[in-house]
């Protein structure tokens, strides 16, 4: 790679797709100036021109190509003035297991090393490696080509230094990555009553660099927004990977970001490429279920006869930024939607067709419409519309089926709560099918977030289940004001999914210490472990499993060993 292409990686001007192998090749033949800078799962990231990001981008790349915007899953602040009396109980493991030779990997915005929670008795760290994509260098990772990898032996020179960041000046300036990694591993602080769920684990975080400004721009999510980008989450994924191998350690793969830019059944590029990763032996990947639910964000229609259209109302606040809104039509009818601005006027209807771009500018707004028959890996009929400064007020929008006589089910999906203006709502929401990508792949280990305290579900937990009626979450989690170390040193209470996936990351970190570390099931992956955290989960008798609000329960480490010993007897029976 040369000089020129690695910088296209970070250079705003150039737009980043992800793109089929298959079709690579004449994508760079005709647009000049355009390269590759990694590959994985058949697919590559390219590089191009970002004058060649116009209004009809989705129709000529299609939607899965361009990058989903990802955000954080936890509540919008971090309480530092917590109330110890009302914090779960430290975790305490049976039988001496603490997470010893498992590496969890993160990807997320960082991490303080200088924390005491990831600092041995000796002096030295626990994490073994950081890759800052946003400080540039000549040290990035082999085969990456952008910001700088830091070791374990650099770490702990710079916490000999009386000048730390001078040698290792990689910070965490939001503080989540840093929440989520002491969730899943800190080290106990009898001070403030907290420990980590497995405390001997190893640490390795990825802290991702935001999104360039066009893809914001494109997608109308407000600059401000803390957004990051699915190629880099990618490259993430693959670095980690990578990491273990060359370490020879199990790996979990803890994700507390995810987008509602998807289908809903987790068939974008990330979420098929973790799930290929879990398949691998000593892998487990725990990702969010999302906050999403209770926001007014999503709008299930089942229109059924004699009726033939439903009229679905979204009102749009006062100074909306924009938003992007995603229509998915359930196969194998398609739909056309007639659309009418706030003040009754009509504006446009939208046809079930392939390959056309509606622009649409009145006054200060500009709304671009796209609709697609077909998209890779999903057989539904899906309609964006981005909205740019919109008319404020109560939008209808009347959605007919083509065939009377199929199912005329049909999705719509605001953006993450976190990407948009307050005050832009449904008129008649629905909170279930909101678990946000990659939580809502069938594959992987979908956490969603309850107050242990009272027993209660997060407020704005996401709710299952997929598009297609496949059961998510998986498994329910602490994830109301559970305690955690946060930058300079301090402590601070979270809320949100994310931070019940770092708690069943450290709980999948006991499991491999148990299978790979300790050789009593080497080839656990994945698939195993869902297996084992989902039948060990304590179920109410008054709740129907697996349910779209719970999953298969909460989680319950005390019951994980009756499953082991289960599943050993049914492996000897073969």
């Not at 190509?65 to 109330?83: E, H, K, R, V």
């Not at 129907?544 to 999953?551: E, F, L, T, V």
Request: a negative charge; aromatic letters at 12%; charged letters at 15%.
């Amino acid at each position: 790679m040369t000089e020129s292409e690695r910088l296209k990686i970070t250079s705003e001007a150039f737009a980043d797709l992800i793109i089929s192998n298959t079709t690579r090749d004449e994508l760079l033949r005709t647009y000049p100036d355009s390269s590759v800078s990694t590959s994985f799962a058949n697919s590559s990231i390219v590089h191009l021109p970002v004058a060649n990001m116009d209004f009809d981008s989705i129709n000529r790349f299609g939607y899965n190509s361009i990058p989903a915007c990802f955000g954080l899953l936890t509540a919008d602040s971090f309480a530092p003035d917590f109330n110890l009396g009302n914090l779960p109980e430290p975790f305490e493991t049976k039988d001496g297991y603490s997470g010893k030779e498992v590496l969890i990997g993160f990807i997320d915005t960082g991490i303080d090393y200088r924390n005491t929670a990831f600092i041995k008795s000796d002096g030295t760290s626990r994490i073994l490696s950081i890759w800052d994509q946003t400080i540039e260098s000549t040290n990035y990772p082999e085969g990456f080509f952008y910001g700088t990898q830091y070791s374990n032996e650099q770490i702990n020179t710079a916490l000999t230094s009386a000048e730390p960041l001078s040698i290792v000046p990689s910070i965490d300036e939001i503080g989540h990555g840093t929440i989520l990694a002491g969730i899943a591993g800190g080290n106990p602080n009898a001070s403030y009553g907290f420990s980590g769920v497995a405390i001997d684990i190893n640490i390795a975080m990825v802290k991702l660099k935001p999104a360039k400004a066009y893809l914001k721009e494109f997608f109308l999510i407000p600059p401000q927004s803390i957004c990051f980008q699915e190629n880099d989450i990618i490259n993430g994924v693959t670095y980690l990977n990578q990491l273990a191998n060359q370490l020879k350690k199990p790996l979990v793969l803890c994700l507390g970001i995810g987008t509602s830019q998807s289908d809903h059944t987790g068939n974008r590029a990330l979420s098929r490429y973790l799930s290929s990763i879990g398949e691998l032996p000593g892998r487990g990947v725990v990702v969010s279920a999302g906050n999403e639910s209770n926001r007014g964000s999503h709008y299930y229609g089942d229109i059924k006869p004699p009726d033939s259209f439903d009229d679905v109302v979204l009102t749009v606040g006062k100074d909306t930024f924009g938003f992007t809104l995603q229509f998915w039509g359930t196969s194998p009818n398609l739909f056309w939607i007639d659309l009418y601005a706030p003040n009754g006027e009509f504006i446009s209807r939208v046809p079930p067709i392939t390959g056309k771009s509606i622009v649409i500018v009145i006054e200060e707004m500009t709304l671009i419409i796209d609709s697609q028959i077909k998209e890779p890996f999903t057989a539904e009929q899906f309609i964006v519309m981005r909205f740019s400064k919109p008319i404020p007020g109560d939008w209808h929008f009347y959605v007919y089926g083509v065939t009377g006589d199929l199912p005329m089910r049909f999705h719509f999906w605001l953006p993450l709560h976190n990407f948009l203006t307050p005050g832009t709502v449904f008129g008649n929401p629905n909170n279930y099918t909101t678990i946000v990508a990659p939580g809502n792949n069938s594959s992987l280990i979908c956490a969603t977030a309850y107050n242990p305290q009272n027993a209660t579900l997060y407020f704005y937990a996401s709710k299952g289940n997929t598009i297609n009626n496949y059961p998510k979450p998986d498994i329910t989690a602490p994830g109301v004001n559970s305690i955690a170390p946060f930058i300079n040193g301090n402590y601070v209470t979270a809320t949100g999914t994310s931070i019940s996936s770092s708690y069943i990351a450290g709980v999948l970190a006991l499991l491999l210490e148990w299978g790979v570390t300790n050789g009593n099931y080497t080839e656990m992956n994945n698939t195993l472990l869902k297996k084992i955290i989902t039948q060990s989960a304590s179920r109410r008798p008054e709740v129907s499993y697996p349910n779209p609000d719970w999953g298969y329960g909460i989680v319950d480490i005390s019951s994980l060993g009756g499953v082991i010993n289960s599943i050993l007897r049914v492996q000897e029976m073969k």
